[in-house]
């Protein structure tokens, strides 16, 4: 009943900045808190970053803590993450979730997904 649309990947040099975005429709409403994954080749999905969809409230995986910021447009319905001071290691295809009844960093309490976008952080 989510949908969920990601933007905003691409190229972008170490130590530079890039946005992604996270466009929901459906039954947005109904939203209590979206999140960001990601997966590089050969290696887990790991989590990323949550917003709870109420209060704006952030969790941040450590190794992004400091350099990425989750934010929230409500009356929009979408989600950015602002990636500053990329490293290569921040290459992967990005994912956003929806989930109506959690805040958290384990992928399988997320009910919608979206398709992913490509960042590449060059070295």
């Known amino acids: 009943q989510v949908q969920l649309v990601e933007s905003g990947g691409g190229l972008v040099e170490t130590g530079g900045s890039l946005t992604l975005s996270c466009a929901a429709s459906?039954?947005?409403?109904?939203?209590?808190?979206m999140g960001w994954f990601r997966q590089a080749p050969g290696k887990e999905r790991e989590f990323v970053a949550v917003?709870?969809?109420?209060?704006?409230?952030?969790y941040y995986a450590d190794s992004v803590k400091g350099r990425f910021i989750l934010s929230r447009d409500n009356t929009k319905n979408t989600v950015n993450l602002q990636m500053v001071n990329a490293k290569p290691e921040d290459t992967a295809i990005y994912y956003c979730?929806?989930?109506?009844?959690?805040?958290?960093?384990?992928?399988?309490?997320?009910?919608?997904w979206g398709q992913g976008t490509q960042v590449t952080v060059s070295s």
């Open positions: 979730a929806s989930s109506d009844y959690t805040a958290t960093y384990y992928a399988e309490a997320y009910e919608s």
């Open positions: 459906g039954s947005a409403s109904s939203i209590y808190a």
């Open positions: 917003i709870k969809w109420s209060d704006g409230k952030t």
